[in-house]
């Protein structure tokens, strides 16, 4: 679970997740308070049962923190879609005119630069207080989405005016503010985690791709396996993608490919019994843009 990925609430209407957080011993993350209110129930990106809202504000404020069950983990980082994974170091407020960005379901990843912070936004529903004004865009579904400067988290997506393609203003609700509202503490991470498991591999690489596009490894080039054996490795590449992955052989003349997972999922394992040769692994987002992990174990 990252920020700016999409959730779902009552089955329904779609927003963003802000950032991940826990409480005590229970994980889940800020959004916007206009996305849901307290009880209402909420699925992940993928329709999966995930949670329910703990705590809700709007109009007046606008925030909201959801608690996740044990099939969500919460990861430290926001998806920049296109961009990659960026990390969340912290929340350390970043002044007016800095640069920011914002990360959201709808129309993913844009920046822009902070305007004016401790001001209002008025909406049908009321007033909205203590926001920051931006210059980035947003549109709906975009709601509760994260807005971070460099590695350090700003706040969850409110509302504004414009879109995507003419530009606009958007506001968000400072994150500070949430956590202490409701006691809770910020993910900061350096990485995700490894999907179920892919833990035990004896080698991890790391890349990134836009859709369409494919990559090599280990390290762009190949490995020799002297002996007969097993090859397993294990794919995780980002929520929302369709990612897959091909073991391939040398041939004497050209690479063959003798394993794949090629599910619509983003994350995907292959094993592969085979004999003495020449082996690499061809990582393809089949569609999506993002980063991926990639473990393998040779005989």
Excluded: K
């Excluded at 909420?42 to 404020?61: D, E, M, Y």
């Amino acid at each position: 679970m990252r920020g700016g990925d999409a959730y779902y609430i009552n089955g329904s209407s779609r927003c963003s997740v802000g950032f991940s957080v826990t409480r005590g011993s229970t994980g889940g993350f800020v959004t916007a308070g206009h996305c849901g209110s307290t009880g209402a129930s909420t699925t992940g990106h993928n329709r999966v049962a995930q949670g329910t809202f703990q705590g809700s504000s709007f109009p007046g404020n606008d925030y909201a923190w959801v608690a996740v069950n044990s099939n969500w983990t919460p990861v430290g980082v926001v998806n920049a879609y296109g961009n990659g994974i960026v990390e969340v170091a912290g929340s350390t407020e970043a002044p007016a005119g800095s640069s920011v960005c914002r990360s959201g379901s709808t129309t993913q990843w844009h920046c822009g630069t902070i305007q004016q912070r401790n001001t209002s936004v008025t909406y049908p529903q009321g007033t909205v207080n203590q926001v920051v004004r931006t210059s980035v865009c947003a549109e709906p579904g975009d709601s509760g989405g994260s807005f971070i400067s460099g590695s350090q988290a700003q706040g969850v997506t409110s509302g504004g005016s414009g879109n995507c393609s003419v530009g606009g203003t958007t506001y968000f609700q400072p994150v500070n503010e949430i956590l202490t509202t409701y006691g809770l503490t910020l993910t900061t991470g350096d990485s995700e985690p490894p999907p179920p498991g892919c833990t035990g591999y004896q080698n991890t690489y790391t890349g990134s791709l836009s859709s369409g596009a494919n990559a090599y490894q280990p390290n762009n080039s190949y490995y020799q396996s002297t002996t007969s054996g097993t090859h397993r490795a294990c794919l995780d590449g980002p929520a929302g993608v369709d990612f897959d992955l091909y073991l391939q052989r040398w041939n004497g003349s050209a690479w063959t490919t003798v394993a794949s997972g090629t599910t619509a999922a983003p994350d995907e394992t292959v094993t592969y019994n085979g004999t003495a040769g020449y082996y690499r692994y061809r990582v393809h987002a089949y569609s999506g843009s993002g980063s991926y992990t990639l473990g393998i174990t040779r005989p």
